[in-house]
């Protein structure tokens, strides 16, 4: 088995809880330095950020780098739209799937893939509420006959 050396730097679980994820792309994100530094310390939250497709290029509106301690004037706006990188097929592909009703594309997570930053990005489609009771219900029938199994071992 190979070693990865993938970083984690933020995850979006609230993605996960609003929505089916129906496929994932990973996509590089271009940055300014001070922003890569600040990442490589884990400054990063894409809580409450989405993806948006104009001109058949791709942003990310929302997503939170802190400035690097360091900076000074090098430091960039925190909330700044940042371009995602991707071919233009995937492009494509994209602009056809979100056509659909109820179709978003949400980032899943950030980290560092060698020396380079990747954001995983999937295509979404909006769960209801009663979706969301679903998944909660099967989440406490999983932890309750996790628990039973580990009584029953002891």
Known sequence: MAKSNDKMVANNKKAYHDYFILDKIETGIALHGTEVKSLRMGKCSIKESFIRI????????????????????????????????????EINKLIGKTKEKGMAIVPLKVYFKGSLVKVEIGLAKGKKLYDKRQDIAKKDQRREAERDFKMKLR
């Open 54 to 89: 104009e001109n058949g290029e791709v942003f990310i509106y929302s997503m939170h780098i802190s400035p690097y301690e360091k900076g000074n004037i090098f430091n960039k706006d925190p909330l700044r739209v940042r371009k995602l990188l991707l071919h233009k097929s």
